[in-house]
């Protein structure tokens, strides 16, 4: 089992930054492919952003793209996401998720955190 737990949430306006970091533990975590998932009101939970075991491949959704960085700490069992130039569109729950393989589905999931961006 991996635990996940998410952090860094919160309100903010629109044009401005705010920074998520996930803490895993359980498992080791330099063995799992880690990503950020969002699910907004009455949405569908929607991928935003990916990064492989040792943070060299990363992939995002397109509507983040340039806006959005996600890195990882292994050392630290950490991973992070970057968000910039945040708009209105953005808020949602954000979730960190885990998977062992790169073609999976992410098994993993924390309890997510409300990013709330006001125009």
């Known amino acids: 089992q991996v635990q996940l737990v998410e952090s860094g949430g919160g309100l903010v306006q629109a044009g401005g930054s705010l920074r998520l970091s996930c803490a895993a533990s359980?498992?080791?975590?330099?063995?799992?492919?880690m990503g950020w998932f969002r699910q907004a009101p009455g949405k569908e939970r929607e991928f935003v952003a990916g990064?492989?075991?040792?943070?060299?491949?990363?992939s995002y959704a397109d509507s983040v793209k340039g806006r959005f960085t996600i890195s990882r700490d292994n050392a630290k069992n950490t991973v992070s996401l970057q968000m910039n130039s945040l708009k209105p569109e953005d808020t949602a729950v954000y979730y960190c998720?885990?998977?062992?393989?790169?073609?999976?589905?992410?098994?993993?999931w924390g309890q997510g955190t409300q990013v709330t961006v006001s125009s």
């Open positions: 990064i492989a075991r040792s943070g060299g491949s990363r």
């Open positions: 359980g498992r080791t975590f330099s063995n799992y492919y």
């Open positions: 998720a885990a998977k062992y393989l790169v073609s999976m589905r992410y098994e993993y």
